[in-house]
Protein backbone atom coordinates (compact mmCIF):
# COMPACT_ATOMS: atom_id res chain seq x y z
CA UNK A 1 0.00 0.00 0.00
CA UNK A 2 1.21 3.54 -1.17
CA UNK A 3 0.11 6.53 0.47
CA UNK A 4 0.90 10.01 -1.14
CA UNK A 5 -0.03 13.45 1.16
CA UNK A 6 0.48 16.87 -0.73
CA UNK A 7 1.14 20.01 1.24
CA UNK A 8 1.91 23.53 0.27
CA UNK A 9 -0.86 25.21 -1.55
CA UNK A 10 -2.70 28.08 -1.04
CA UNK A 11 -4.03 31.66 -2.26
CA UNK A 12 -1.35 33.64 -3.92
CA UNK A 13 -1.50 36.87 -6.42
CA UNK A 14 -1.06 36.41 -10.28
CA UNK A 15 2.62 36.52 -10.95
CA UNK A 16 3.73 34.80 -7.79
CA UNK A 17 4.91 31.49 -6.50
CA UNK A 18 3.87 28.37 -4.87
CA UNK A 19 5.77 24.71 -3.74
CA UNK A 20 3.80 22.03 -3.75
CA UNK A 21 5.28 19.01 -1.96
CA UNK A 22 4.10 14.82 -2.26
CA UNK A 23 5.32 12.19 0.33
CA UNK A 24 5.30 9.03 -0.16
CA UNK A 25 5.13 6.54 2.38
CA UNK A 26 4.54 2.22 2.14
CA UNK A 27 6.86 -0.03 0.56
CA UNK A 28 7.97 1.11 -2.94
CA UNK A 29 6.62 4.08 -2.65
CA UNK A 30 9.18 6.25 -4.92
CA UNK A 31 9.75 3.05 -7.43
CA UNK A 32 7.62 4.64 -10.14
CA UNK A 33 7.37 7.49 -12.50
CA UNK A 34 5.12 10.27 -10.68
CA UNK A 35 3.51 13.25 -11.73
CA UNK A 36 1.11 15.94 -10.98
CA UNK A 37 -2.39 16.60 -12.15
CA UNK A 38 -5.04 19.45 -11.38
CA UNK A 39 -8.87 19.67 -11.48
CA UNK A 40 -10.41 22.67 -12.02
CA UNK A 41 -14.42 23.10 -10.88
CA UNK A 42 -16.26 22.10 -13.67
CA UNK A 43 -13.43 20.36 -15.60
CA UNK A 44 -11.33 17.12 -16.18
CA UNK A 45 -8.68 15.91 -14.27
CA UNK A 46 -5.73 17.71 -16.41
CA UNK A 47 -1.82 16.48 -16.47
CA UNK A 48 0.57 19.16 -15.05
CA UNK A 49 3.99 17.54 -15.77
CA UNK A 50 5.54 14.20 -14.96
CA UNK A 51 8.90 12.89 -13.16
CA UNK A 52 10.91 9.55 -14.09
CA UNK A 53 11.58 6.94 -11.41
CA UNK A 54 15.16 8.66 -10.62
CA UNK A 55 14.49 11.99 -11.68
CA UNK A 56 16.49 13.00 -14.60
CA UNK A 57 13.83 13.39 -16.94
CA UNK A 58 11.09 15.69 -17.11
CA UNK A 59 7.72 16.56 -18.64
CA UNK A 60 5.32 19.49 -18.80
CA UNK A 61 2.29 20.31 -19.97
CA UNK A 62 1.73 23.04 -22.95
CA UNK A 63 0.70 24.83 -20.47
CA UNK A 64 2.94 25.13 -17.73
CA UNK A 65 6.03 24.70 -19.46
CA UNK A 66 8.85 27.31 -18.61
CA UNK A 67 6.99 28.31 -15.34
CA UNK A 68 6.64 24.95 -13.33
CA UNK A 69 9.20 22.59 -12.60
CA UNK A 70 8.74 19.07 -10.95
CA UNK A 71 11.55 17.30 -9.17
CA UNK A 72 11.84 14.35 -6.55
CA UNK A 73 13.79 13.43 -3.98
CA UNK A 74 14.20 9.19 -3.57
CA UNK A 75 16.29 9.68 -0.43
CA UNK A 76 13.52 11.41 1.21
CA UNK A 77 10.72 9.75 -0.54
CA UNK A 78 9.29 13.83 -2.19
CA UNK A 79 8.39 14.99 -4.95
CA UNK A 80 7.98 18.88 -5.52
CA UNK A 81 6.79 21.07 -7.79
CA UNK A 82 7.73 24.43 -7.76
CA UNK A 83 5.51 26.68 -9.59
CA UNK A 84 6.42 30.21 -10.58
CA UNK A 85 4.74 33.65 -12.60
CA UNK A 86 1.41 31.97 -11.82
CA UNK A 87 -2.01 32.47 -13.15
CA UNK A 88 -5.76 32.71 -12.36
CA UNK A 89 -6.28 29.51 -14.90
CA UNK A 90 -3.80 27.66 -12.67
CA UNK A 91 -6.54 27.72 -10.34
CA UNK A 92 -7.40 24.19 -9.17
CA UNK A 93 -7.36 21.52 -6.80
CA UNK A 94 -3.70 19.74 -7.80
CA UNK A 95 -3.00 16.14 -7.20
CA UNK A 96 -0.07 13.88 -6.38
CA UNK A 97 -0.01 11.13 -8.91
CA UNK A 98 2.88 7.46 -8.24
CA UNK A 99 2.15 4.09 -9.45
CA UNK A 100 3.22 4.38 -13.57
CA UNK A 101 5.15 2.05 -15.59
CA UNK A 102 5.07 4.06 -17.99
CA UNK A 103 7.08 7.22 -18.64
CA UNK A 104 6.50 9.66 -20.27
CA UNK A 105 2.95 9.05 -18.91
CA UNK A 106 -0.21 11.77 -19.49
CA UNK A 107 -3.01 9.67 -18.74
CA UNK A 108 -4.43 9.85 -15.11
CA UNK A 109 -5.61 5.72 -15.29
CA UNK A 110 -1.77 4.44 -15.25
CA UNK A 111 -1.79 5.94 -12.70
CA UNK A 112 -1.54 3.67 -9.50
CA UNK A 113 -1.93 6.10 -6.39
CA UNK A 114 -3.14 9.53 -5.67
CA UNK A 115 -3.42 12.09 -2.67
CA UNK A 116 -5.86 13.87 -1.76
CA UNK A 117 -5.47 17.02 -3.25
CA UNK A 118 -4.26 20.25 -2.20
CA UNK A 119 -5.99 23.82 -3.69
CA UNK A 120 -3.75 26.08 -5.65
CA UNK A 121 -5.93 29.03 -5.94
CA UNK A 122 -4.32 32.08 -7.85
CA UNK A 123 -5.99 35.72 -7.91
CA UNK A 124 -6.07 38.35 -10.25
Known amino acids: QVHLVESGGGLVQAGGSLRLSCEAS????????MAWFRQAPGKEREFVAC????????YYADSVKGRFTISRDNAKNTMSLQMNSLKPEDTAVYFC?????????????????WGQGTQVTVSS
Open 97 to 113: AGGSMWYPNIDPIRYGY
Open 26 to 33: GRRGINYA
Open 51 to 58: INQDGVSA
